[in-house]
């Protein structure tokens, strides 16, 4: 078996709702093994190895359901089988996923196995063990090179698996605060390796890290973190504190020790998690042996007085007492018949310890710490320990190091709950974990002793939510409540936008929108990121990582996503849900590519917008693929656009009391109209909207139509709406490559990024509505990646806008073509449709292709520009000067010096023949201006003018 291609999906996508990893697995030979035929011992070796795939349900929805499909019929396949290893590693390591799914491609033996991770690393990881298990288990003449031999440790493998994913995984107290911000439907990032998390979206967001949260006073953490000067500040408001010492030395601790009186505790001055901590240090080289390693952790150490009681960490969140655990170190007990090394393996046979954090209980271990506590005790690992004799391999009560934990959070005395309250208080805590030591918690401290040890600003979960004995208490849910009260948002309004045309103007002008609204908008588009309207990113930006960034951004308070094909296939999408959705379109454009074939299938991967979207779905009522996806949502409203007043189905939606946006044909023009719950809005007239061109572009008419609806669902004022639709135009500067105009030459100039048939049959189209009253001259491309028909449909369509001269050529990047390739093949779409050969040109250079075409112009003609290097392209129009232009066209044998035409590879060069003079007047660029022999303008075999080059 072999992955040949691995994609990673963050968030929604047509595979699932929330992140998968989808693996396109080779089976090679084994397609010819399915399970069955590979015999029981091959089935029952994996369920030996990870025991809980007999829990899997699979497709029979029960536990077993995997087993049977393993075993019923022919089996099942390999690829499926791989599915289920990688979920059940990641649930040994304690990552809780289920879902998976594996489905053939269509080629012999290659299938896509999709299964759910939490942790990207972590799943790949996964799925890379999964394979290796896979293959030691094959009979040895099935097992591919490297696999051969039978070492193959599988505990080994499982284990360190396991270890990986733990110190990738979020810590215990940070996940059960991602998990409780879950259960109140507020969404989360993930901003470093550690435990830094985002929760909510843009200006309403909070960050916590671990118990941390960006509410948490800088000072008070720095105050708890100063034992001593805890100790004083809670010992002057009259709380109960142990009497403590700061030394810095061996002999100044017997000394503090000496002074406070025996026995007494040493522990680092900054240390946490119980590392360092010595307690009931009884005599002079106790205390030494001590402060030594406590020094290990801290060069200042604490000597303080011992305060016998149980340990109990009582956590406040937000001034209120929210949980109390009585905790005990690690032991075991003995039943003088194992020694304490078997009683320490005993224990850890408990199915609720694990490794580190993985489960409820970390597992004991027999390390250099236990080992000489054993040594004080006279024992050894070999001691048989008496009946009922509890031995203690820890002098802390930490969970980490195999402590147990007892809730007593219901029996607290309401002294010390109101002691511990204060205690936080007094520090300046938000999150705050008091360790207190009493005999016992349900009395008063004032009638039994106690005394605070500690006050930690960083305090653990696990012991809350997931105690040894007792009732679990929602600590976590405690900080969701105090970040963000009841109706207080979490989020920002987001609309995400995809089709295959429309999507960077209709995102760009519903941003506009917005920001004439007084909103800071986020905006994501195929030239950059933008905040608040400013580019801060620049690139292609239209994927779950652009989208991160403005939902990352503080001063975000709109999300405006442009979504793209190319990003929900590579990544999904970046959020689990967004308000708004639109789709606007589904026409042929990089069918092909990445699995790809048909509309339909590029209507599945599209659809994922609505399938997410909660309030409203925007849907092109006009297209009958994006129509259907109405069926997928479960958004609140389904808000139809069309440009077909007699609309059948969308005047049904709307007789019953649906939400629509459509054009309607009035005296004065035509009025785009928003109806919702039986209202009747009429919104602006098409003509006043400048990026239409005075309604003239019925594709921008569209894009408006859709942003107005989109903003209308968004809870955007009427007035707000027309004021950014009439403020919006296609400048090169609000809108790059999007219908962009330059009129300041005697010739109009359209500039336009389309690139697919629908894009380009809409530009021509537009211009045959304009009137121009000179000549139409047209520079045509298509991207190299699109499939032969595409690029062969794009000249087919450019023919019918009949312009009177073309220019053909290529992009700047080949995408797999030949250099001459997609401008050949352009040519041949026009020859085939009927444009004769001496209105065509082959230019290869943007550029070149570009200045041509101005030089070409004159007064009252109209050039149509399809750009690929829109900046480029764009400053070459603006700079153009047009009292440069050659105007006077030499003889083919003049003698004075002038560029020399270039000879393509393809043709016989007995075919080229000398250009007709009246088909060659000033199609040369203005760089040449070097002294050569003689102007020869050439045709090729088909008789294509080709474009000058410079001669030797």
């Known amino acids: ?57 699979c497709s029979y929805g029960e536990p077993g359901g995997f087993v049977r499909r393993m075993t019923e019929d022919d089996g099942t396949w390999l690829g499926h089988v791989l599915e289920h290893v990688a979920i059940e590693l990641q649930n040994v390591a304690g990552v809780k996923v289920t879902f998976g799914k594996t489905r053939g491609t269509g080629r012999p033996g290659v299938y896509d196995v999709v299964f759910e991770y939490e942790q990207e690393d972590v799943g790949i990881e996964a799925a890379g063990v999964a394979l290796d298990l896979l293959h030691h288990l094959l009979p040895r003449e099935l097992r591919p090179a490297g696999h051969a031999d039978d070492a193959f440790d599988l505990a080994g493998r499982r284990d360190g698996f396991i270890r990986y994913a733990q110190r990738r995984a979020l810590g215990p107290s940070t996940a059960s605060i991602v998990h409780a911000a879950e259960k109140r439907g507020i969404p989360w990032l993930r901003l470093n390796d550690q435990s830094l998390i985002q929760l909510g979206y843009g200006c309403n967001q909070q960050r916590i890290q671990a118990t941390i949260t960006g509410r948490t006073p800088h000072i008070s953490v720095e105050l708890a973190s100063d034992k001593e000067e805890t100790n004083r500040i809670l010992s002057r408001l009259g709380l109960p504190v142990p009497k403590q010492r700061l030394v810095q030395t061996a002999e100044r601790a017997v000394a503090a020790a000496e002074r406070i009186g025996y026995p007494v505790v040493t522990k680092p001055y900054n240390g946490n998690h119980g590392r360092g901590v010595s307690i009931a240090l009884a005599t002079a080289a106790d205390v030494t042996a001590g402060f030594l390693r406590a020094q290990e952790i801290s060069r200042s150490v ?66 250099e710490q236990a080992l000489g506590i054993l040594t004080k005790l006279g024992y050894t690992g070999a001691t048989i320990p008496a009946q009922g004799e509890e031995v203690h391999l820890r002098l802390t009560a930490n969970l980490s190091t195999g402590g147990t934990a007892t809730d007593m959070t219901d029996v ?186 048909t509309l ?70 035509h009025m785009i109209t928003i109806y919702d ?46 004021h950014g639709l009439r403020t919006f135009d296609t400048t090169f500067f609000q809108a790059p490559g999007r219908l962009n105009v330059y009129d300041q030459h005697p010739f109009k100039v359209l500039f336009d990024y389309g690139h697919n048939a629908h894009a380009v049959a809409a530009l021509c189209e537009l211009v045959n509505r304009m009137g121009t009253t000179g000549r139409r001259i047209c520079v045509l491309s298509a991207p190299g990646d699109r499939r032969d028909e595409d690029i062969q449909a794009i000249g087919a369509v450019a023919a019918a806008g009949n312009f009177d001269n073309y220019i053909c050529r290529r992009d700047d990047s080949l995408r797999g073509r030949g250099k001459e390739e997609v401008p050949r093949m352009l040519v041949a779409a026009l020859r085939e449709a009927g444009i004769p050969e001496d209105r065509i040109t082959l230019i290869v250079d943007e550029q070149q292709a570009i200045d041509t075409a101005l030089r070409m112009a004159r007064s009252g003609d109209l050039l149509l520009i399809f750009a690929d290097a829109l900046a480029r392209g764009w400053k070459q129009i603006v700079n153009f000067k047009t009292d440069e232009r050659e105007s006077v066209v030499p003889s083919p044998r003049a003698s004075r010096s002038v560029p020399r035409a270039a000879v393509v590879e393809e043709g016989p060069a007995d075919d080229v023949q000398p250009a007709k003079p009246a088909m060659i007047r000033d199609v040369w660029p203005s760089r040449f201006s070097t002294r050569v022999d003689e102007l020869v303008l050439v045709r090729d075999a088909r008789g294509v003018i080709l474009a000058p080059e410079e001669s030797d």
């Open 1 to 57: 078996m072999e992955i040949l291609e691995r994609s990673t999906y963050v968030g929604p996508s047509h595979y699932a709702h929330f992140p998968v990893i989808r693996l396109e697995l080779d089976l090679g030979e084994l397609e010819q093994w399915p399970t069955k035929r590979l015999g029981a011992e091959f089935i029952s070796s994996l369920l030996a190895a990870l025991p809980g795939l007999k829990d899997h349900g």
């Open 302 to 367: 604490i000597v303080e007085s011992y305060i016998l009681g149980h340990d109990h960490r009582m956590l406040v969140v937000n001034g209120e007492l929210v949980a109390v655990s009585r905790r005990e170190p690690g032991k075991i007990v003995g039943d003088g018949e194992h020694t304490i090394e078997q009683l320490v393996s005993i224990v850890n046979a408990d199915p609720r310890r694990g490794i580190g954090h993985e489960k409820v209980l970390t597992q004991l271990e027999l390390d």
């Open 412 to 597: 607290v005395h309401p002294d010390n709950a109101e002691m511990a309250v204060r205690a936080i208080l007094a520090i300046g805590l938000d999150i705050g974990g008091v360790d207190f030591l009493t005999p016992d918690i349900t009395q008063s401290y004032k009638d039994v002793g106690g005394a605070v040890c500690e006050v930690n600003a960083a305090p653990g979960f696990r012991m809350h939510t997931a105690p040894s004995e007792g009732r679990p208490r929602d600590a976590a849910g405690k900080v969701i409540d105090m970040l963000f009260p009841r109706n207080v948002p979490s989020t920002i309004p987001i609309a995400a936008i995809t089709g295959t045309n429309g999507k960077t103007t209709t995102a760009r002008l519903l941003a506009h929108i917005h920001k004439l609204a007084g909103r800071r908008v986020g905006l994501t588009t195929t030239d950059g990121v933008y905040i608040d309207g400013q580019r801060t990113v620049e690139g292609d930006m239209t994927g779950p990582t652009s989208a991160r960034i403005v939902l990352s951004d503080p001063a975000v308070e709109v999300a405006v996503l442009e979504t793209a094909r190319g990003g929900l296939l590579r990544a999904g999408m970046a959020v689990r849900h967004v308000d708004v959705g639109a789709v606007l379109n589904i026409q042929p454009d990089h069918l092909g590519q990445k699995g790809i074939d």
């Open 600 to 669: 339909e299938q590029l209507a599945e991967v599209k659809r994922t917008i609505v399938e997410i979207a909660t309030d409203t779905a925007v849907l092109n009522a006009d297209d009958p693929l994006t129509l259907r996806m109405a069926g997928y949502t479960d958004a609140k409203h389904v808000c139809y656009v069309t440009m077909d007043p007699a609309h059948d189905l969308v005047r049904e939606h709307i007789r019953a009391g649906g939400r629509a946006c459509a054009i309607e044909a009035g005296v004065n023009g």
């Open 677 to 722: 719950h039986g209202a009747h809005i009429p919104l602006l007239w098409t003509h006043l909207i400048p990026a239409t061109l005075e309604g003239r572009a019925t594709f921008n008419v569209q894009n408006a139509m859709f942003a107005a609806a989109m903003a209308f669902s968004m809870g955007v004022r009427l007035e707000d709406i027309r």
